[in-house]
């Protein structure tokens, strides 16, 4: 099942939640939440008149709204769509043997792709349940919605990660943004929307510059390529800056539309750098007087750098000048336990593990989410550096695995992180020459 965005990997929670936001777009506000787990029935109601299926031919009454997820990975085209009849004549027997209320519509949503001949079993088993007004939603005309409202791939930015890049974003845009959606775009398909994140991107829509700060690992560079996603496909050029020269030089060219600045680690990587701290605060006025709408700044910094940056420095009188440092700072916060659960299955879904690994860390997930160690990047090491080393050993237990988060920078771990650092410095670099020559 081919699709223009892989909706398969966002799994059945955050599918939902996809079905949930576009439902509230195209029937209405009143559309209540779902409920139930990924095996129940998971319901979701309206009462009223909507101009759906269309404006000329509405539908009233009261609505009833059913999801079925079914993981490619589990099964083929076929299987899934005949487990997909067998799920709806039971959902459509136990609705119409209630005793209770009987809906006057009905709408069906799915990942997966339909026949014609689907569709047409799923009208008559809904007329045989005396079901009048029926529709189901599939796959691919999700993508389609998709296509239509932009605006909710800001609610699902991983969807951009998994989509073609090319066919969305301005071409334009995605050849001078090219290194960085090269870097990030097999990350993003694994982002989770933390309160973090929404913080960010409000404050970034009403100020044009946020801070986000925060210890190691907790994933605020992810956050702020996710926001790189979401403005290239509104026509944006992502910039990835390291001194604030760079960004006055790219922004008074201000030949290449609007433009997203992004500073990781704007005043020092591992520690505070007073030389970099300094030339930022001397330009500091009039970077923020270039920022407007089409002109935005994310800065990324570790909270104790920020913190002994903003107290060394004249960047406290300039920062809290515009318009307040509680207004432009997002701090990552401890992440709650839904997005941790969320994290740990788009990480672990991701990471290519094999049935007996599956099965140790879907024993050890509660242990996993509640471990004081846990953070997004020892998640993302776990699944791709340690449960590989466990593979031909057998060896895969959950002592090893809380002994790793407790300590996964082992010998070999630093020597491959100071790589990544230099492999990520030799990148802005080259990225900041190519700038100037354009």
């Not at 939902?16 to 029935?41: C, H, M, W, Y």
């Amino acid at each position: 099942m081919t699709l223009k965005y892989r909706l398969n990997t966002l799994g059945w929670y955050n599918f939902e939640r996809l079905a949930q936001t576009l439902l509230k777009k195209i029937i209405g506000p009143g559309v209540t939440s779902f409920g139930g787990s990924r095996d129940n029935g998971r319901d979701a109601t309206f009462s009223g008149s909507a101009s759906y299926p269309s404006a000329a031919t509405q539908w009233s009454g009261y609505w009833i709204f059913q999801v079925k997820f079914l993981d490619f990975e589990e099964f083929t085209p076929k299987e899934a769509r005949v487990r997909l009849l067998n799920e709806a004549k039971k959902e459509f027997q136990k609705i119409t043997s209630r005793n209770g209320k009987k809906p006057d519509n009905y709408i069906l949503i799915t990942n997966i792709t339909l026949t014609s001949n689907n569709r047409s079993d799923l009208e008559a088993i809904a007329q045989n349940n005396r079901i009048s007004n029926f529709i189901s939603i599939d796959g691919n005309e999700i993508c389609e919605f998709l296509d239509i409202h932009v605006e909710l791939r800001q609610s699902h930015p991983q969807l951009l990660g998994l989509a073609d890049l090319k066919s969305i974003i301005n071409a334009d845009v995605y050849t001078r943004s090219k290194l960085y959606f090269d870097e990030w775009s097999p990350h993003i398909g694994k982002f989770v929307e933390t309160q973090a994140y929404g913080r960010a991107m409000q404050i970034l829509k009403e100020h044009n510059f946020a801070v986000i700060d925060g210890p190691p690992e907790v994933g605020k560079s992810m956050i702020a390529a996710t926001g790189a996603f979401i403005y290239s496909s509104r026509g944006f050029q992502i910039n990835v800056i390291r001194d604030p020269t760079d960004f006055l030089r790219i922004r008074g060219s201000d030949d290449h539309g609007p433009q997203l600045f992004i500073a990781d680690d704007a005043v020092g990587s591992l520690s505070y750098d007073p030389g970099l701290t300094e030339r930022w605060s001397q330009e500091f006025s009039k970077i923020l007087r270039s920022l407007d709408e089409n002109h935005k700044l994310i800065w990324t910094a570790r909270s104790y750098i920020l913190k002994e940056a903003i107290q060394k420095s004249r960047l406290d009188d300039k920062v809290n000048s515009f318009p307040g440092i509680h207004e432009i700072l997002v701090e990552m916060s401890d992440l709650s336990k839904i997005e941790k659960a969320e994290i740990l299955y788009k990480h672990a879904k991701g990471g290519g593990l094999n049935d007996f690994e599956k099965g140790v860390i879907k024993e050890s997930a509660e242990r996993i989410v509640q471990d004081k160690n846990f953070t997004p990047e020892r998640i993302r090491q776990l699944m791709n550096d340690y449960i590989p080393s466990c593979r031909n050993k057998l060896t895969l237990e959950w002592k090893g695995i809380n002994d790793f988060l407790k300590n996964p920078g082992k010998p070999g771990k630093r020597r491959s992180i100071n790589f990544m650092l230099l492999k990520k410095l030799c990148y802005y670099r080259c990225l900041i020459s190519s700038s100037s020559q354009k």
